[in-house]
């Protein structure tokens, strides 16, 4: 394998035959269709049960905000708590 760089197979990007084939069914018999969009319909209709509407919330999040991943951190050595006083703080202008 060339490192860094594609050097066979599929291009980036390119759908598998079965993901296109669906895509290309769908569109047949539902021009237009977007499941995504369909799941939106659902997570604002409120006559929806909410277990189903948070359903569909969290696969639609899945589309837009990426997944955080878990990380490990091992710390060793001298540690200490470190309070911090802001001072000369004003927020008598807060527009809020």
């Known amino acids: 394998m060339a490192t860094g760089r594609k050097t066979g197979g599929r291009q980036k990007g390119t759908p598998n035959a079965n993901k296109q084939e669906l ?3 769908l569109n047949e018999h539902y021009p237009g269709y977007n499941p995504v969009v369909q799941m939106a319909g659902i997570a604002q209709d409120e006559t929806v049960e ?19 991943k878990s990380i490990e951190s091992n ?8 309070a911090v006083e802001l001072t000369g ?5 807060d527009d809020s």
Not at 75 to 82: A, C, E, F, P, Q
């Open 89 to 93: 703080v004003d927020d008598s202008d």
């Open 75 to 82: 710390i060793s050595g001298n540690m200490r708590l470190v």
């Open 23 to 25: 895509v290309d069914l």
């Open 50 to 68: 909410m277990v189903h509407r948070v359903q569909c919330a969290k696969e639609i999040a899945g589309y837009i905000f990426p997944k955080l």
